[in-house]
């Protein structure tokens, strides 16, 4: 062999190597099943911070008023904000006027904007302190304006993240369902941005990347 074929041989080794190393190390740091994997891929190419940060998807049987949430994992609070672990739950289960459906049934881009948002809420976990998530967590149990404040964050991070259509698409499904019970749609109106504030939103940030 060659001297400048060895050299060719090598340098592509190498990059070869390094190449399944990064998509070894990127596909390490986030846990999808397989079943909602192209729905979760598509969230997380809109949040390019969150490629090096371990995120668990995990589905649970129930989750009381929520079809998902997101939380750091318990051992969290004893690593650096960089180390953070978090982990989204999703409920197998969600209801439409008293019928049960799989949630990985619900349209692809409605289930999009959902972990969209849930990856906002992650977004806003990664710039506090382990003490602020601790008061944090508890604020969200004992307040409702506390919780209103979550979930308007959640929906902000998403939209300045690009996902305006997504939420937006989710939002409609939701609010514009006449087979969703009122209740659930009444609390969604309170604790979540309203269509209109989202597209004020979207006029804010194009604003600003004109002015830059």
Do not use: C
Request: glycine share 2%; hydrophobic share 40%; no cysteine.
């Amino acid at each position: 062999m060659s001297k400048n074929k060895l050299i060719i041989l090598i340098l592509f080794s190498t990059f070869f190597i390094i190449a399944t190393i990064n998509f070894m190390s990127e596909q390490e740091h986030h846990d999808i099943p397989k079943e909602i994997e192209s729905e979760v891929d598509k969230a997380l190419e809109y949040y390019p911070q969150l490629d090096s940060t371990y995120i668990e998807f995990k589905f649970k049987k129930n989750i009381k008023k929520s079809t998902m949430q997101a939380r750091p994992t318990f051992g969290s609070f004893f690593r650096s904000k960089k180390n953070r672990r978090y982990v989204i739950l999703i409920s197998e289960k969600f209801k439409i006027s008293d019928k049960e459906f799989k949630t990985v049934d619900m349209p692809s881009d409605i289930f999009i904007g959902w972990i969209g948002h849930e990856l906002g809420h992650i977004l806003d976990y990664q710039n506090r302190s382990n003490l602020n998530l601790v008061w944090f967590g508890i604020n969200y149990l004992l307040s409702q304006n506390h919780i209103i404040e979550a979930e308007r964050a959640a929906d902000s991070f998403a939209v300045n993240q690009g996902m305006e259509s997504y939420i937006l698409k989710t939002k409609d499904f939701i609010l514009n369902n006449a087979d969703i019970n009122q209740t659930y749609k009444d609390r969604i109106k309170r604790y979540y941005l309203s269509p209109e504030e989202i597209m004020e939103l979207v006029k804010e940030r194009e604003h600003l990347l004109q002015a830059n």
